[in-house]
């Protein structure tokens, strides 16, 4: 189809390894988000790119999250030493903007387990 | 930080029942998004708002915009079991292409 793709949809790791969690972005969106949703609740902002630099990166939760878009399509999130609270499922979306309203497309997202 | 307060926080009612729910704050939004999931998918964007004051509808639902800019609210008429789902509203602050401020959501389940 033509929607936001994450791949793999689920990944379950050991606490201390290295992970990373991909997106394909709709064809075309230039801007490119990454959220991470725990249990229950609603999705919080982890970084924007526009293009291929990242616009907003405020969200990241400390130094062990780091993400790319090298060539501002595919997008790579990338968590080291991973912990226990890292469980989540991460988000991606993408959109168009000038959008004015800034309507974001989400993809199915890739659910994260740590041991 | 901006925050999006959501209620209920549940909500569980019979098919053809109207409900609403709620989404507040204090920060004032360029726009404001609803948005609804359903579990193992990520949220679909239903309607977006940008007008303090506006009412949009998409079919059995009607969203409202206040006129300050910092809440809405979504009322569905008359509803059935396919709305069943997670409702999302979503805020943006900077009127271009920000990362949105969630809301927790409401988990709505309309029982036949």
């Known amino acids: 189809g033509a929607g936001v793709s994450q791949t793999p949809s689920n990944k379950v790791t050991e606490k201390g390894k290295y992970v990373e969690l991909r997106c394909d972005p709709i064809?075309?969106?230039?801007?490119l988000y990454w959220y991470r949703q725990s249990l229950g609740q609603g999705p919080e902002f982890l970084i924007y790119?526009?293009?291929?630099?990242?616009?907003?990166d405020s969200g990241l939760p400390n130094d062990r999250f780091f993400a790319v878009r090298p060539e501002g399509s595919v997008s790579t999130l990338k968590i080291q030493r991973t912990e226990r609270g890292d469980s989540a499922v991460y988000l991606c979306?993408?959109?168009?903007?000038?959008?004015?309203?800034?309507?974001?497309?989400f993809g199915p997202g890739t659910r994260l387990t740590v041991l | 930080t901006q925050l999006l307060e959501q209620s209920p926080q549940f909500l569980s009612i019979q098919e053809g029942e109207n409900l609403t729910v709620y989404c507040n704050s204090s920060s004032v939004f360029s726009s404001l998004q609803w948005y609804r999931q359903e579990p193992g998918e990520g949220p679909v964007l239903l309607v977006t708002v940008v007008t303090g004051g506006e009412v949009k509808k998409l079919k059995r639902l009607t969203f409202q915009f206040g006129d300050a800019r910092k809440d809405s609210s979504l009322h569905i008429t008359a509803a059935q079991t396919g709305d069943t789902g997670l409702y999302l509203c979503a805020g943006d602050s900077g009127g271009g292409a920000d990362g949105l401020t969630f809301g927790k959501g409401t988990h709505l389940i309309i029982q036949p």
């Open positions: 064809s075309g969106h230039t801007a």
């Open positions: 979306a993408s959109s168009s903007p000038p959008a004015g309203s800034n309507e974001q497309f």
């Open positions: 790119f526009q293009g291929t630099g990242a616009a907003d």
